[in-house]
């Protein structure tokens, strides 16, 4: 779906190092959502904001951060805290929680140097 | 919370043969059951989706049903093609305040030529 926007497609973390992920979305969505994908797994919600501002925690929360400051865009930032962070993330947005038709970004794929 | 099991993790069928893939889930109160395919290294994809109210629904190769008593809802792909190859995500929205989405872990799908 053309309307959500992730980037960078590729990204190396270094040891001790932040790094952000960006979502943007023109749908005009009110939910959006991270979640992250390892292989042979399904996918596993990381954090998900309802509404401007507003943001909750997923099944696995620990190590990331988020921020929700416009509609249109959601960062997930994976800090050094989080261990094991080698996966594709996965951006979506929906109309709204508990409304049908999540859209997904195309990923982002983190990989530690 | 809502835990979704799929079953099988992969599943090699001849062209022109069918596809069946099965999931429960656990919370009876869950009213939304959507299916994803996700080609390799690309978005989830939206396929096909059921509520509650509804035992099945086709979309001329892909039929979901769904058993609310058993807590089951299966996904079946009649005359498949080489290009079907890709996983396949089964999902339940729960009965939660924010009525989240929760993943299977995903079948992988071959189709022989």
């Known amino acids: 779906d053309g309307g959500i926007t992730q980037s960078p497609k590729y990204l190396f973390r270094k040891e001790g190092q932040n790094v952000t992920l960006s979502c943007e979305q023109n749908?005009?969505?009110?939910?959006m959502y991270w979640y992250r994908q390892d292989p042979g797994q399904g996918l596993r919600l990381i954090y998900y904001?309802?509404?401007?501002?507003?943001?909750q925690k997923g099944d696995i929360a620990e190590g990331y951060s988020v921020s929700r400051e416009k509609k249109e865009s959601f960062p997930l930032t994976v800090t050094s805290a989080q261990k094991n962070p080698t996966a594709f993330y996965l951006c979506?947005?929906?109309?709204?929680?508990?409304?049908?038709?999540?859209?997904f970004g195309d990923g982002t794929r983190l990989s530690i140097l | 919370g809502e835990n979704v099991e799929q079953h099988p993790s992969t599943l090699s069928v001849q062209e022109g043969d069918s596809a069946v893939i099965k999931c429960t889930y656990s919370?009876?109160?869950?009213?939304?059951f959507p299916w994803y395919k996700q080609e390799l290294g690309k978005r989830p994809q939206l396929i096909i989706d059921?509520?509650?109210?509804?035992g099945e629904k086709k979309d001329q190769r892909i039929a979901v049903t769904l058993n609310k008593t058993a807590k089951h809802f299966s996904l079946h792909i009649t005359e498949t093609q080489p290009e079907d190859s890709a996983v396949y995500f089964c999902?339940?929205?729960?009965?939660?305040?924010?009525?989240?989405?929760?993943f299977g872990s995903g079948t992988q799908l071959t189709v022989l030529p």
């Open positions: 059921i509520r509650s109210n509804v």
């Open positions: 904001s309802q509404i401007v501002n507003d943001f």
């Open positions: 999902a339940a929205m729960g009965s939660g305040s924010a009525r989240q989405l929760t």
């Open positions: 749908l005009n969505h009110d939910a």
């Open positions: 979506a947005s929906s109309l709204g929680t508990g409304k049908e038709g999540q859209h």
């Open positions: 919370d009876s109160a869950s009213n939304y």
